[in-house]
């Protein structure tokens, strides 16, 4: 009987640790989700003026860095130039990226054919595009 007794209480840690784990992941989860949402509405010209400029940003809905440029543009993402290269299952990468030598993500490219792979700032962009940040 004691060797029950030994089974019923790793049994009952191991419950606890699973119901522990289980808690701080959604601890974390809900953090990382909702991030405060960044005002874009003074970026849409921006957003607009890289679009016009021949800057694209190819990127994925799995990757980090991708939602932190995503960020950056709060609700103008939707006037931003964002062409999303996961297929729908996250298992593959969609022909337009393909096509574009995309290997990773975040990656820009620029009119005068230069691309940069990863995140970068909205005055790196500015810069990078001659499109005015507004103040």
Request: charged content about 20%; proline content about 5%.
């Amino acid at each position: 009987m004691g060797n029950k007794l030994d089974k019923s209480k790793k049994a009952a840690v191991y419950g606890v640790v699973a119901v522990l784990v289980l808690a701080f992941a959604l601890l974390v989860y809900g953090q990382w989700s909702t991030r405060p949402a960044v005002d874009g509405g003074r970026l849409v010209g921006f957003a607009q003026c890289l679009k016009d400029e021949g800057a694209v940003f190819y990127g994925t809905f799995w990757c980090a860095h991708c939602q932190d440029q995503k960020d950056l543009f709060g609700s103008a993402l939707s006037e931003a130039p964002y062409v999303e290269c996961s297929t729908p299952d996250g298992r593959g990468q969609l022909p337009i990226c393909t096509e574009n030598e995309i290997t990773g993500y975040p990656t820009w490219t620029f009119a005068n054919g230069s691309r940069v792979l990863g995140k970068l700032s909205l005055e790196e962009l500015a810069a990078k595009t001659g499109c005015p940040l507004p103040k």
